[in-house]
């Protein structure tokens, strides 16, 4: 796993590779068609929000 690939987490003190992410809708006024949050697998925490592009 690259370092591009992983996301740790800081609730949990995991690596989690982020296609082990669990995908959730954003908080606050970002349009969830664009953007979505990546949870930890293990205790569900936050770990990065990303920007989603058209495919």
Known sequence: ????????CDTCP????????IRTET???LDADRWQT???PTCGGRLKTVFVRDE
Request: aromatic share 4%; net charge negative; charged share 25%.
């Open 14 to 21: 995991k690596t989690v590779a982020r296609g082990d992410a």
């Open 38 to 40: 990546l949870c930890c």
């Open 27 to 29: 908080y606050g006024d």
């Open 1 to 8: 796993m690259t370092s591009e690939d992983a996301l740790h």
